[in-house]
C-alpha cells in the first residue's frame, strides 16, 4: 500500500503538470468536466464507475493475471487491450460524463473548481468502480490469490466460466446500447472494441463467446458438451437483457428519446436482406473466433501466446458492423438482439413490438451462422479433423472464401456508404481473415500479391495459378450476392471528379505496390520471420496500408489496391468500365513490389551462413528510410488535398505499416528528429550513429519528393482546394503550436526508444508485436490531439513536405521554427528516457562487454 500511496501522488502531480500546460497553451480557453446535457449527474456516474470498472478488469487480467503471463512468455496485448477499454467506453459514454474513467483525468479536468465540483464526485465514482473490478476479477480468477503455479491450474468450474460469460457479454450490451441512446457516429469502432478488450481478458477463462452462435458452434465441434452450452447461451441472454434494462434507464434523458432502436431491417431493405448479410457476417465472426483462438498453433510459433486472437475477433466485428448496419444493424449476436429488443421494449412508439417479431427470425439466422462457421472450419482447417489431412484443397477454399468475404464488404462499404468508417471497415476484415487464412493459404486474398509471390519465387507458378482461380471464384460469387442483397444500389470503379485518369491510376499502382510490398516484408521475408520464431504482426502490417490508402486517396480511385476488389464491387455493370483497367493497374503495382523487395532484400536468397552475418549496406538503409518517409509524408499530403476528414488515423497507419516492415532494415526512423534521439540516446546500433547524416538527408529528401508529388496532385484537379500551409491554426501563435510540437515528439522520441531500443525481456520469443504499432499512435495521437493548433507534424520531413505542397516559400521560418522545436522534443524525449530507463548494462558489465 505504501507504494500504491506513492503511484497516486505521481499520477496526481503528472495530472496537475498537464492540466496547468493546458490552460496555459488553450487561453482563455479553460477545463471543465461535468455531466453533458441533457443526462443527469446521475448517468455521468454510472458511466464513469461502469467503464473504470472496466478499464480496471482488463488491466488486471491481461497485466496482472499468472496465467495470461506464464513466465518467460508473458503476453505483448496488454497494452492494446486497455487502451481499447478508452475507446470503447469514449464513444460509448463521452456524451455523457466525458469519459474521464480516470482520478487524475478528472481532478486535472476540473482545475477551475480546483478538483471540488464535479471532479470530486466523480473520483469517489471511479475508486468505487475500481474496487467492483477487483472483486470481478477474484471471480473469474480465484486461482490467481491461491499462489498456484500457473502450468497447474485446473480449468474453471462451469459456475465461473459462466460468470465470466455474463461479464463480458454485459460490458459488450452495454456499450452498443450507450452508443445508440447517445447517437454515437462510431458504434461499430466503439462496440468491437469492448468486444476485444473482454475477449483478451477472459478468453483463458471460459473461450471468451459473448455470444451464443460462438457457443453453438463450440458444441456442434464437440469442444463442449451441450449442458455446458445451454448454461453459456442462458448466461450471456440474461446478462445482455440487464445491460438493456440498464441503458433503458438512460434514454428518457437523451436527445434520442423519441426514437424507439427496434431490431428490424434498415430503411429500403427487406428481412431477405438482412437475414442474409446477418447470416453471412455472423458466420465470418464465429468462424474468425473458432479459428485464432482453437485451431492449432503453426510451427513457426515458438510461443504459447497468441497476440492476435482478440484483435481479430474484434476487427471482424466491427467490419461487419460497419458494412451491413443500414442493412440489418450489424448486430451479429443473438444475445445483444435479446438486448436490443429489450430496449426498444423500454422506448417509446410502437416499433418494439415489430423488434419482438423480428427477433426470432434473426437469432435463428445468427445461430444458424454459427453452425456454418463449426462446418467451415473443419473443411478449411482439416489438420484439426486429423493430422494427416489435405490441405491443397483448403488453402484453395481459404482463398476464395477469405477474398469472397473482403469484396463483400469493400461492396457494402462502397456501395452503402458507412462515412468516415468504411475504409477501416474493409482494412479490419482484411486482417481477421489474414489471420485466419495465413496457416493455410498464406493470406493472400489479392491477385497482386499472389503475383508478387510468384515473381520473388516464394511460391510455383502452379500454385499462383490456381490461387488466382480461387480468387476469382470467390470475388464472382461476392459480385452476385452484392446484386442480389443490394441492388440497385452499387459501387461504380473509376476516377473520381475532380481527378483524372492519370492521377487515379497513379495512385492506384503506389498504394497496391505499397501493399504487396509490406505483405512481402512482412509475412514472407526470412528475416522478419525466423523459421522458428515468426512475427504475429503481419496482418496488422498489410491491413494500416489499406486505412493509410482509403483516406488519403479513396477520393481520386476509390483504393481499391486489389484486382478482386476491384472487379467484385462492380460486378453488377460486369466489371467493365474501369474495374478491369484498375485490375491490370494493380497487378502492375505488384510487379514494381516484387522487384523493389528483390532489391532491398536480396540477402533473403544467401546461404543460411552469410544469411546469419549479413547487415545491410548504407545504400539499402537509406532507400528504406526513403520509401518510409515518402509513404508517410504523401499520405499526409494526400489527406490534405482530399481533405479527408481522418487525416491522423491514415498518417498513423503508413507510419505503423512501413515501420513494421522496414523496422528490422533500417530501423525504421522516418523522421530526422527520432534519428536524432536515436544517436543521442547511446542507444541505436553503431552503423546509425555513424551514418546518421545519411538517414537525415535522405529523410528530408524523401519528404521534398512527396510533398512535390502531392503539389502535382493538387494542379492536377479542377477544383480549387483551397491553401495549404504551414502556419499555426487559426487563434494559435508560433510559441503555442512550437510547444506542442516539442510536446509530442518528445513523447514520440520517448516511446521509440522504450519499444525498440530496450533490450528484450527473458521471454521465449524474441519478436516485439507492438513496437510499430506504438509509434504510429503516438502520430495519430498528436495529430487528434494538436492536429488544429500546430497540424501534429513531430517530423522535420513531414514540415518541408507540406511546405513544398503548399508552395509556402514565404513560410521559410516558420519550416525552420517548426523543425527547431521538434528536434529540442527528441532531445527532452532522450532526457525524460535516460531518466526512467535504467542503463541496458551496468557500468562493469558495460566495460567487460566493450573489452570483450
Same mark, same amino acid.
Given at each position: 500500500w505504501r507504494i500504491v500511496g506513492k503511484y497516486c501522488a505521481a499520477q496526481l502531480a503528472g495530472g496537475l503538470l498537464a492540466s496547468l500546460a493546458v490552460c496555459a497553451v488553450l487561453a482563455p480557453r479553460s477545463l471543465s468536466l461535468a455531466p453533458a446535457p441533457p443526462f443527469l449527474g446521475c448517468h455521468a456516474m454510472v458511466v464513469e464507475a461502469l467503464y473504470t470498472a472496466m478499464v480496471c478488469f482488463v488491466f488486471l487480467n491481461c497485466v496482472a493475471s499468472k496465467r495470461n503471463n506464464a513466465p518467460a512468455d508473458r503476453n505483448q496485448f496488454f497494452g492494446l487491450a486497455v487502451g481499447f477499454v478508452y475507446v470503447a467506453g469514449g464513444y460509448a459514454a463521452g456524451g455523457i460524463s466525458g469519459?474521464? &474513467?480516470?482520478? *487524475? @483525468?478528472?481532478?486535472?479536468?476540473?482545475?477551475?473548481?480546483?478538483?471540488?465540483?464535479?471532479? /470530486?464526485?466523480?473520483?469517489? !465514482?471511479q475508486l468505487l468502480g475500481a474496487a467492483v473490478a477487483a472483486l470481478l476479477y477474484g471471480a473469474v480468477r480465484p486461482e490467481e490469490s491461491s499462489g498456484t503455479d500457473p502450468d497447474a491450474y485446473e480449468p474453471a468450474s462451469l459456475r465461473t466460466k459462466c460468470f465470466s460469460e455474463a461479464v463480458g457479454t454485459f460490458f459488450l450490451m452495454v456499450t452498443v446500447g450507450l452508443n445508440l441512446v447517445a447517437g454515437s457516429k462510431a458504434i461499430a469502432w466503439s462496440s468491437a472494441a469492448s468486444l476485444m478488450c473482454v475477449t483478451y481478458s477472459l478468453a483463458d477463462v471460459s473461450g471468451a463467446h459473448f455470444n451464443p452462435a460462438v457457443t453453438l458452434a463450440s458444441v456442434a465441434r464437440l469442444a463442449m458438451p451441450l449442458d455446458h452450452g445451454a448454461a453459456y447461451a442462458s448466461a450471456q441472454t440474461l446478462a445482455s437483457v440487464l445491460a438493456g434494462v440498464l441503458v433503458g434507464l438512460f434514454h428518457p434523458s437523451a436527445e434520442s428519446r423519441s426514437i424507439t432502436f427496434a431490431l428490424r431491417p434498415g430503411v429500403g431493405f427487406g428481412f431477405g436482406a438482412a437475414a442474409f448479410v446477418e447470416l453471412l457476417f455472423t458466420t465470418a465472426l464465429v468462424y474468425t473466433l473458432l479459428a485464432t483462438t482453437t485451431a492449432r498453433r503453426p510451427p513457426s510459433q515458438i510461443t504459447r501466446q497468441n497476440y492476435y486472437f482478440g484483435l481479430s475477433v474484434g476487427s471482424c466485428a466491427m467490419a461487419g458492423s460497419a458494412a451491413v448496419g443500414a442493412v440489418s444493424g450489424g448486430v451479429l449476436n443473438p444475445a445483444v438482439s435479446a438486448g436490443?429488443?429489450?430496449?426498444?421494449?423500454?422506448? +417509446?412508439?410502437?416499433?418494439a413490438g415489430a423488434s419482438y417479431m423480428y427477433l426470432l427470425g434473426f437469432v435463428l439466422v445468427q445461430l444458424f451462422g454459427g453452425y456454418a462457421a463449426s462446418a467451415a472450419l473443419r473443411w478449411t482447417h482439416p489438420r484439426e479433423v486429423g493430422p494427416v489431412a489435405p490441405a491443397d484443397a483448403a488453402s484453395l477454399l481459404c482463398e476464395a472464401g477469405g477474398t469472397l468475404v473482403l469484396v463483400f464488404t469493400a461492396g457494402c462499404c462502397m456501395s452503402i456508404g458507412v462515412g468516415v468508417w468504411g475504409h477501416t471497415a474493409v482494412a479490419c476484415m482484411l486482417l481477421a481473415m489474414m489471420y485466419v487464412c495465413y496457416p493455410v493459404s498464406g493470406g493472400h486474398l489479392n491477385p497482386a500479391v499472389s503475383l508478387a509471390l510468384g515473381i520473388t519465387g516464394t511460391i510455383p507458378w502452379r500454385q499462383v495459378y490456381r490461387y488466382w482461380a480461387a480468387q476469382f471464384?470467390?470475388?464472382? /460469387?461476392?459480385?452476385? *450476392?452484392?446484386?442480389?442483397?443490394?441492388? +440497385?444500389?452499387?459501387?461504380? %470503379?473509376?476516377?473520381i471528379a475532380p481527378f483524372g485518369f492519370g492521377p487515379a491510376t497513379t495512385v492506384e499502382i503506389l498504394y497496391t505496390?505499397? &501493399?504487396?510490398?509490406?505483405?512481402?516484408?512482412?509475412? @514472407?521475408?526470412?528475416?522478419?520471420?525466423p523459421g522458428d520464431d515468426a512475427n504475429q504482426f503481419y496482418a496488422l502490417g498489410v491491413g494500416f496500408v489499406v486505412i493509410a490508402a482509403g483516406h488519403a486517396v479513396g477520393g481520386v480511385s476509390g483504393?481499391?489496391?486489389? =484486382?478482386?476488389?476491384? %472487379?467484385?464491387?462492380? &460486378?453488377?455493370?460486369?466489371?467493365?468500365?474501369?474495374? &478491369?483497367?484498375?485490375?491490370? @493497374?494493380?497487378?502492375?503495382?505488384?510487379?514494381?513490389?516484387a522487384r523493389l523487395y528483390v532489391?532491398?532484400?536480396?540477402?533473403?536468397?544467401?546461404p543460411d551462413a552469410q544469411f546469419e552475418y549479413y547487415v545491410p549496406t548504407l545504400v539499402t538503409r537509406c532507400i528504406c528510410e526513403f520509401l518510409g518517409v515518402f509513404a508517410f509524408v504523401f499520405t499526409y499530403g494526400m489527406n490534405l488535398v482530399t481533405s479527408s476528414e481522418a487525416i491522423p488515423w491514415s498518417a498513423g497507419a503508413a507510419l505503423i505499416s512501413m515501420t513494421y516492415s522496414f523496422g528490422g532494415l533500417s530501423g525504421g526512423h522516418f523522421n530526422p528528429a527520432v534519428t536524432l534521439a536515436v544517436i543521442a540516446s547511446g542507444r541505436g546500433p553503431a552503423e546509425a550513429r555513424r551514418d546518421a547524416m545519411a538517414y537525415a538527408a535522405t529523410q528530408l529528401l524523401a519528404g521534398l519528393v512527396a510533398g512535390a508529388l502531392c503539389a502535382l496532385f493538387r494542379l492536377a484537379s479542377t477544383k480549387d482546394l483551397g491553401k495549404l500551409e504551414l502556419a499555426p491554426g487559426a487563434g494559435y501563435g508560433l510559441i503555442a503550436s512550437g510547444f506542442v510540437e516539442l510536446l509530442y515528439t518528445a513523447m514520440l522520441a520517448? %516511446?521509440?526508444?522504450? @519499444?525498440?531500443?530496450? +533490450? =528484450? =525481456?527473458?521471454? /521465449?520469443?524474441?519478436?516485439?508485436?507492438?513496437f510499430a504499432l506504438c509509434i504510429g499512435v503516438c502520430v495519430t495521437i498528436a495529430g487528434s490531439a494538436v492536429g488544429s493548433m500546430s497540424g501534429g507534424l513531430l517530423n522535420p520531413a513531414l514540415a518541408l513536405g507540406l511546405a513544398v505542397n503548399g508552395a509556402v516559400g514565404h513560410r521559410f521560418t516558420t519550416l525552420v521554427t517548426y523543425a527547431a522545436?521538434?528536434?529540442?522534443?527528441?532531445?527532452?524525449? !532522450?532526457?525524460?528516457?535516460?531518466?526512467?530507463?535504467?542503463?541496458?548494462? +551496468?557500468?562493469?558489465?558495460?566495460?567487460?562487454a566493450q573489452a570483450a
Open positions: 469519459a474521464a &474513467f480516470n482520478p *487524475a @483525468v478528472a481532478l486535472a479536468f476540473d482545475l477551475r473548481h480546483l478538483g471540488l465540483g464535479w471532479g /470530486v464526485w466523480y473520483v469517489g !465514482v436490443i429488443a429489450t430496449l426498444a421494449g423500454m422506448s +417509446p412508439g410502437t416499433a471464384a470467390g470475388t464472382v /460469387v461476392a459480385g452476385a *450476392a452484392l446484386c442480389a442483397t443490394l441492388a +440497385p444500389r452499387g459501387a461504380d %470503379v473509376r476516377a505496390a505499397m &501493399f504487396c510490398l509490406v505483405y512481402l516484408s512482412c509475412a @514472407v521475408s526470412k528475416r522478419n520471420n483504393a481499391c489496391l486489389n =484486382p478482386a476488389v476491384a %472487379v467484385g464491387v462492380n &460486378f453488377m455493370h460486369f466489371g467493365l468500365h474501369w474495374s &478491369f483497367l484498375w485490375a491490370a @493497374v494493380e497487378m502492375l503495382g505488384g510487379l514494381f513490389a532489391a532491398l532484400r536480396w540477402d533473403e536468397w544467401l520517448y %516511446v521509440v526508444l522504450g @519499444v525498440t531500443t530496450r +533490450p =528484450p =525481456p527473458e521471454q /521465449v520469443t524474441k519478436q516485439n508485436f507492438h522545436w521538434e528536434l529540442t522534443g527528441a532531445l527532452c524525449g !532522450v532526457a525524460a528516457y535516460r531518466l526512467t530507463y535504467a542503463p541496458a548494462h +551496468p557500468p562493469a558489465e558495460a566495460a567487460a
